[in-house]
């Protein structure tokens, strides 16, 4: 009996913790929004509107985290660093990973430690998942595997990802039927968690109750077209400032390769295995190899754009301002300011 009672407190308590809310966040404002959509000039407007109050903002960008890699993530400049204080900006080698764990970590110890100060947290950026990870939580999965994910890294070069998505339905239909066929990144972690477990993504996923959600402003275009302009336009931007000898001087070094999470970033990817495959050269002498290389990232930052988008629309408690519309500006710093009347009100009582 005894064995029985130990093993329904057990269960019973396995269930609780599976189910116990999400520990609630400090007091704090979201700015979200697909590539492009302008997150920098927008947080750097609520931060001055707010300068009486003071506002810290936290990167919530899976590639500004890297040193650098500047151009290519369009990383703030030393400028816009020096205007407002910025968190998890250039903390970590491109040799090394960063999990959405440990953003959540981090950013929970930052947030505290910007409110024990008196300022405000400002969270910005595009990487879903890391704002999934700190509003839900986050299931225990095994870590990233270097020698699996080459492994699959090579299969994608030699059968495609149409290969590996057909091994995925069979193995994880339930996660093959959430991704889309093309999204070689998430196809490739399902795999590598099952090659290293023996168990399917979906298996790892636990109902949690996540606790209120804090106030979210996300950027949406209202003409998609809008978007792809913005993001065709800094791409050229970006090629002027010197994105192809950023990657090529990030090759030189000899210690990173294309697996790595740094050099999957949109862009560094497109570029590294151009410069890999001898396509394009330091010099760039080809206009047509420049404008091939160009277009994919294009392609790539659209679908990256997409991604964010569908994922914000999962949102309804967002607030929507169109950042294609004329009043963007005054109507991001309205929200904010409101926002932060709110929590004020809140933090006094």
């Avoid at 968690?193 to 209202?222: D, I, N, W």
């Amino acid at each position: 009996m005894r064995y029985l009672i130990r093993w329904h407190f057990s269960l019973t308590k396995f269930f609780w913790l599976m189910s116990s809310p999400i520990a609630p966040l400090p007091p704090c404002l979201c700015l979200a929004g697909p590539t492009a959509a302008g997150k920098t000039a927008a947080a750097l407007a609520i931060a001055e509107a707010l300068s009486t109050q003071g506002v810290e903002i936290i990167s919530v960008d899976s590639a500004l985290i890297y040193r650098g890699m500047d151009i290519g993530t369009a990383k703030p400049s030393l400028a816009e660093q020096a205007q407002v204080r910025h968190h998890l900006i250039d903390i970590l080698d491109p040799t090394q990973s960063y999990s959405a764990a440990s953003f959540a970590n981090d950013a929970r110890r930052l947030m505290t430690e910007i409110t024990a100060r008196g300022h405000l947290p400002l969270l910005v950026g595009g990487t879903m998942l890391y704002f999934k990870a700190l509003f839900e939580g986050l299931d225990n999965m095994p870590a990233a595997c270097p020698t699996v994910r080459a492994e699959l890294s090579r299969q994608v070069q030699q059968e495609g990802v149409e290969s590996l998505y057909r091994e995925l339905i069979v193995i994880d239909p339930v996660t093959a039927q959430r991704l889309p066929a093309t999204d070689a990144q998430r196809i490739q972690r399902a795999l590598e968690v099952y090659r290293v477990s023996g168990r399917a993504l979906s298996s790892f996923h636990t109902e949690r109750k996540p606790g209120p959600a804090p106030p979210m402003l996300s950027l949406e275009p209202l003409e998609r077209a809008w978007l792809h302009q913005r993001i065709a336009r800094r791409l050229r931007e970006m090629m002027a400032q010197g994105f192809i000898l950023e990657v090529h001087a990030l090759m030189r070094r000899g210690d990173l390769s294309a697996d790595l999470p740094s050099m999957r970033c949109v862009g560094y990817r497109q570029i590294w295995e151009s410069l890999e495959s001898n396509s394009i050269t330091q010099s760039v002498t080809s206009a047509r190899a420049l404008d091939e290389v160009s277009q994919r990232c294009i392609a790539a930052t659209r679908q990256l754009a997409k991604r964010q988008l569908t994922w914000l629309r999962q949102r309804p408690e967002r607030h929507i301002v169109a950042c294609d519309g004329h009043q963007a500006r005054a109507q991001v710093v309205a929200w904010a300011a409101q926002q932060a009347t709110k929590l004020g009100s809140v933090m006094a009582s």
